[in-house]
């Protein structure tokens, strides 16, 4: 392999999620900070998590209602 071409390599890389869980992996980053993991991600525990950007969430739910009363009105 070529000499001075290939990143620095982490054995021990810090990684930390949103909820506080802590992981070591190897990485070419010294630290990584992730939004969810797998201690706490819905799939895996079971509990429903909302990560709610920029109120897009809102926007979704307020969408679905309209198409409600919509097809409400139609269906009349």
């Known amino acids: 392999m070529k000499k001075d071409i290939h990143p620095k390599y982490f054995d021990k890389a810090k990684t930390t999620c949103a909820c506080g869980a802590t992981y070591d992996f190897g ?11 797998a201690a706490c991600h819905p799939f895996y525990t079971g509990n429903e998590k909302v990560l709610d950007t920029a109120g897009r969430v809102e926007k979704f739910r307020a969408r679905k209602a309209a198409g409600v009363t919509k097809a409400v009105k139609k269906s009349k």
């Open 27 to 37: 990485s070419t980053k010294e630290n990584i900070n992730v939004e969810i993991c």
